[in-house]
């Protein structure tokens, strides 16, 4: 399989995860588009990170909870490349909160980025690879698309909605050669998270570093933080042909998280 003659989607590819991702996949040689929000500065390093890598790339800031937007988007990345062959749902976000006081707003916004965005990417960019036969779906759920924690009611709807969508589009494809897979994610130290230690060590009066480690120590039994590297590779392999009979997993790398 040659990577070199693909293309790839990587939604909310601007930081975190999806930058990893989205590096890892143009250093197998895919031209990346790239999605997400930032600074021009971050997008525009975003966009050198992948094209010193010797590939095409593009960039395109549609807004994930908007489905008009999502349209534009796969039909920009198909006018670009010519077809998309690599779809990785990768845009999400997070809202902590207990159920009761949960903000509505916070609620639908959650559920359109992490779940909603996914299923309409992934309408759109399907016809395509049925026709030609070849088609790489990668979802990226998390630990929390397997186990729940308290206080993140809509991102673990979202995340578990995530591992069942994939199944249903791993078995309306299995007899193909599109298949569709999911990702599951403990800890990765990117702005989502930091976000959550510098609250933790705020509320606890503790420092950024202990909040890490109590962060780690709650769930992660390596309480080593998985990289946007290794999640990365993990991609390039479920995109690879040694994959091909991969359909519907729901692959966790979480330093042990949900082997508890
Ligand atoms: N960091 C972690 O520990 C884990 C993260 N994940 C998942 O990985 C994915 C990436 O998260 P991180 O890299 O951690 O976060 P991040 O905050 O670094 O990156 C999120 C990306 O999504 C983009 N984004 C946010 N809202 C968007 C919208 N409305 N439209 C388009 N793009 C939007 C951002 O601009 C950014 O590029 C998310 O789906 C997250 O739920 C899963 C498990 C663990
Ligand atoms: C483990 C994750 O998916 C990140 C989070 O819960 O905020």
């Keep these: 399989m040659d990577f070199k003659s693909m293309n790839a989607l990587v939604t909310g590819s601007t930081s975190g995860i999806g930058l990893g991702i989205a590096q890892r996949l143009a250093a197998k040689g895919m031209n990346v588009m790239l999605n997400g929000f930032g600074t021009p500065e971050q997008i525009e390093a975003a966009k050198e990170s992948i094209s010193s890598l010797g590939v095409r790339v593009g960039y395109h800031g549609a807004d994930l909870s908007k489905p008009a937007e999502i349209e534009d988007l796969v039909r920009s990345t198909e006018e670009l490349f010519g077809r998309v062959d690599v779809l990785v749902n990768n845009a999400g976000i997070q809202h902590v909160s207990p159920v009761e006081s949960f903000d509505p707003a916070r609620w639908d916004a959650v559920i359109a980025i992490n779940l909603s965005a996914a299923f309409h990417t992934t309408r759109l960019v399907l016809p ?75 509320k606890e009066g503790i420092t950024i570093e202990e909040a890490k480690i109590n962060l780690l120590s709650e769930k992660q039994p390596s309480q080593e933080f998985v990289t946007p590297e290794q999640l990365g590779g993990l991609v390039v392999f479920l995109c690879s042909e040694d994959a091909n009979e991969v359909r519907g997993v729901a692959w966790n790398m979480d330093g042990g998280w949900v082997a508890q």
């Excluded at 049925?130 to 759920?141: D, E, F």
């Excluded at 994939?166 to 403990?186: M, R, S």
Aim: net charge positive; glycine share 8%.
């Design 128 to 202: 395509n690879m049925q026709s030609r036969n070849w088609g790489r779906i990668v979802n990226i759920a998390s630990a929390h698309g397997l186990v729940a924690s308290a206080n993140k009611s809509a991102y673990v709807a979202a995340k578990h909605g995530v591992v069942g969508f994939t199944k249903v589009v791993a078995l309306e494809n299995a007899k193909t050669g599109v298949t569709c897979n999911a990702v599951c994610p403990g800890w990765v130290l990117t702005p989502l998270v930091q976000a959550q230690v510098d609250a933790r060590a705020h």
